[in-house]
């Protein structure tokens, strides 16, 4: 069984910062791409940003310049920066990563349970 929590989440200013971070784990063979995706209330899941195991980022369009993906594999986590916030970026923050379990299993996307980022003065 894969677990995937995600942490940081929270109240913050416009204009500011907030740093979330995702941790898996389980009984975890390989981690291929991870990624996170956000969901603000009457809205559609939206890309937020995606890395690949070997670090190419992928980036939502109002995200590019603002939002900084990470990972530390060893560590089996995956961190987005979050800098010069807005309203509109309040959400429910979910992560997302691609895992093998073994080398017989086909890979599998798993998601964490999410964490609320309000934007709010």
């Known amino acids: 069984q894969v677990q995937l929590v995600e942490s940081g989440g929270g109240l913050v200013q416009p204009g500011g910062s907030l740093r979330l971070s995702c941790a898996a784990s389980?009984?975890?063979?390989?981690?291929?791409?991870m990624g996170w995706y956000r969901q603000a209330p009457g809205k559609e899941r939206e890309l937020v940003a995606t890395i690949t195991s070997s670090g190419s980022t992928n980036y939502g369009d109002s995200m590019k310049g603002r939002f900084t993906i990470s990972r530390d594999n060893d560590k089996k986590t995956v961190y987005l920066q979050m800098n010069r916030l807005k309203p509109e970026d309040t959400a429910v923050y979910y992560c997302?990563?691609?895992?093998?379990?073994?080398?017989?299993?086909?890979?599998?996307?798993?998601w964490g349970q999410g964490t609320q980022v309000t934007v709010s003065s």
């Open positions: 389980g009984s975890i063979l390989s981690i291929y791409d």
């Open positions: 997302n990563a691609d895992v093998r379990l073994s080398w017989t299993t086909r890979k599998s996307l798993y």
